[in-house]
């Protein structure tokens, strides 16, 4: 019966073509743009660690005051004083801090010009923390980040350019003018948002290609690559000493914490570290820290951009305008009908067979619908960048759970636009069909 139905449906459509491609375009267009904005959003709204994010944590510390405060929150990263701090106290079993960088590498090859290679200066326990696949190798030890030594963590991308992909654990690159042992390769790692540094804006910055110890940055004087906040001066000292070890904030803490309880301690651990501050005079003002997860990060860094969500708005109100009208070509088309409906429900169907034939028929202008959404998402990925900025445009990007969601889309709502005008076919009176013909 469901095939007997789909052959009515087609014959029906193929009697009025241009009405059948009217349809068809308005669901098109409308679940292709629906789909864009969705890809794009679907992008920047993601859980970059679902596995992990609500175990890792980012400690804020108000360093600087309620008067330099924005609506009572504090700094969003830490100064060196209190990251160290931090990361001496050792109150959660796993921590790190990290900031920006950018170093210039210097090429083995004397023909080949230096170029400039962007990462973090962190501790060992940023790759296990965070999860990061290695190629090659893995992170460096506790040792390392104690001792200072000259080790580096580099991306697959940038093992391509050096070494042609080759594994090249223990062999050394020179950056600024210091030479780096190489102790790991790691995979394509670059989640988006970038979560761990949206302190410095790189929530979508190119993907990562060094890392090296934080300790050994501080000795080395490598600067920030990120950004600098200092409060009510505005600029950062002259000095590279006095801005280590001044009020400066521009260093991203993160600690895992793997149970309420052990949430609860370290919530207690701040307000003792800033009461102690308080004490030695540092701090005149009452403790007023933060310690939120990756979701309450990430909203309270208003990590999906407005236009994204302005966008979705816009194409799910464009897709309901194409709905209605089409209900409306849908209704037109069943109700000139109806002489036909008459002689049916005469000749012994049932309301339910009207409806089965009908929603058959719709479902079909559906799939048709969705087929076309499909291709004219995959040209509307192309001009995402003429609505979104370019680092942001870039993530979206048609796969194949989008195609089933576009095609998905597509048929239900069409189905459900018919739904209206098939409940008025099937009310078509037989006699009355019958005696005006």
């Given at each position: ?406 095609l998905l889309l597509a048929i239900v709502a069409t189905v459900l636009a018919a739904f209206y005008p098939t409940w008025r076919a099937a009310q078509v009176q037989p006699a009355w069909q019958l005696k005006s013909n």
């Open positions: 019966m469901f095939v007997h139905n789909l052959r009515l449906g087609a014959a029906s459509l193929r009697r009025n073509v241009l009405l059948t491609a009217l349809m068809i375009m308005s669901i098109g267009f409308g679940v292709a743009a629906s789909m864009v904005t969705f890809a794009v959003f679907r992008a920047v709204s993601g859980d970059p660690i679902p596995q992990k994010s609500a175990q890792l944590f980012v400690p804020q510390i108000d360093n600087r005051g309620p008067q330099y405060n924005r609506n009572g929150e504090p700094p969003e990263a830490l100064n060196y004083t209190d990251a160290v701090a931090l990361m001496r106290a050792h109150k959660a079993p796993h921590q790190t801090v990290l900031y920006a960088i950018g170093l210039s590498v210097m090429p083995a090859d004397e023909h080949r010009m230096p170029f400039k290679a962007q990462g973090y200066a962190t501790y060992n326990d940023f790759f296990s923390m965070f999860e990061v696949p290695f190629q090659y190798g893995g992170s460096w030890g506790g040792a390392e980040d104690e001792s200072r030594s000259s080790v580096v963590v580099i991306s697959r991308s940038l093992n391509q350019k050096l070494f042609a992909g080759a594994n090249s654990v223990g062999r050394e690159i020179t950056m600024d003018d210091h030479a780096y042992r190489i102790v790991g390769v790691t995979e394509d790692w670059d989640p988006k948002p970038r979560f761990y540094d949206m302190f410095s804006g790189n929530a979508y910055a190119n993907a990562v290609e060094i890392y090296i110890p934080f300790t050994l940055a501080i000795d080395q004087k490598v600067d920030t690559y990120g950004n600098n906040n200092c409060g009510s001066d505005g600029k950062r000292g002259d000095a590279h000493d006095g801005w280590v070890r001044g009020e400066c904030v521009w260093i991203s803490p993160w600690v895992e914490l793997d149970s309420a309880a052990q949430v609860q301690a370290y919530r207690q651990f701040l307000d003792g570290y800033a009461k102690e501050q308080q004490s030695a005079g540092r701090f005149n003002w009452a403790p007023n820290n933060r310690l939120r997860n990756v979701h309450e990060w990430l909203d309270y860094e208003g990590a999906v951009p407005p236009e994204s969500r302005i966008s979705l708005t816009l194409a799910l109100g464009f897709l309901v305008i194409c709905l209605v009208n089409t209900i409306g070509l849908l209704l037109a088309k069943f109700m000139r009908r109806a002489p036909e409906i008459g002689v049916r429900r005469a000749l012994g169907a049932s309301r339910a067979d009207i409806y089965r034939q009908f929603l058959a028929e719709a479902s079909m202008v559906g799939v048709a619908g969705g087929l076309l959404g499909v291709v004219l998402t995959a040209i509307g990925m192309l001009g995402v960048g003429l609505v979104f900025e370019p680092h942001i445009a870039r993530l979206a990007h048609l796969d194949v759970p989008l195609v089933l969601l576009a």
